[in-house]
């Protein structure tokens, strides 16, 4: 019998969005990196790189938060976990700020947001940090979504859990 929360989307026994989170932290971590190479330089690309990136994130964002709720929502395990109300929370202001954060660079054009919103980029990237922290907390210590088949007697070899 399973002791440790399971995730309920899975490709075989690999939990999907863990699949999905590096392209999460890969478009926020870049579009903060842009937005301090804009102010640094002046060049456009870089405002322009964030933005996009920024839309990405989003994108990303929604994928890996959809399943990531779909996993929350259905085991109870879960819910139970400290860390998985953090590890939401975070999300869903990182989420929120990022939404933020593209509107406003969309309404004032992209050099212009660059340098009106780094502070906005940078709170995504230390929610993203935090939020990082409380789901490899879940991983790494509560095993959520981990296929430990030293816990699954089910598909374990008698002779792996006996020691023989």
């Given at each position: 019998?399973?002791?440790?929360?399971?995730?309920?989307?899975?490709?075989?026994?690999?939990?999907?969005?863990?699949?999905?989170?590096?392209?999460?932290?890969?478009?926020?971590?870049?579009?903060?990196?842009a937005d301090i190479g804009?102010?640094?330089?002046?060049?456009?690309?870089?405002?322009?790189?964030?933005?996009?990136?920024?839309?990405?994130?989003?994108?990303?964002?929604?994928?890996?938060?959809?399943?990531?709720?779909?996993?929350?929502?259905?085991?109870?395990?879960?819910?139970?976990?400290?860390?998985?109300?953090?590890?939401?929370?975070?999300?869903?202001?990182?989420?929120?700020?990022s939404i933020l954060d593209?509107?406003?660079?969309?309404?004032?054009?992209?050099?212009?947001?660059?340098?009106?919103?780094?502070?906005?980029?940078?709170?995504?990237?230390?929610?993203?940090?935090?939020?990082?922290?409380?789901?490899?907390?879940?991983?790494?210590?509560?095993?959520?979504?981990?296929?430990?088949?030293?816990?699954?007697?089910?598909?374990?070899?008698?002779?792996?859990?006996?020691?023989?």
């Amino acid at each position: 019998m399973r002791t440790n929360p399971r995730s309920t989307v899975r490709i075989g026994d690999h939990p999907v969005h863990p699949m999905l989170v590096p392209f999460v932290i890969a478009f926020y971590s870049a579009a903060f990196a842009a937005d301090i190479g804009y102010d640094a330089s002046q060049h456009p690309f870089f405002a322009r790189a964030a933005f996009w990136l920024i839309g990405a994130g989003i994108v990303a964002s929604a994928a890996a938060g959809t399943l990531g709720l779909i996993d929350f929502l259905s085991d109870a395990a879960i819910r139970r976990l400290s860390a998985a109300w953090w590890h939401l929370g975070a999300n869903v202001a990182l989420s929120l700020v990022s939404i933020l954060d593209w509107i406003l660079r969309y309404r004032v054009g992209a050099d212009a947001g660059s340098s009106a919103y780094i502070w906005l980029s940078l709170l995504a990237f230390l929610l993203l940090l935090f939020s990082g922290w409380k789901g490899g907390e879940m991983v790494y210590r509560h095993r959520v979504g981990v296929s430990d088949p030293r816990l699954d007697f089910a598909k374990t070899p008698a002779g792996i859990i006996s020691g023989e």
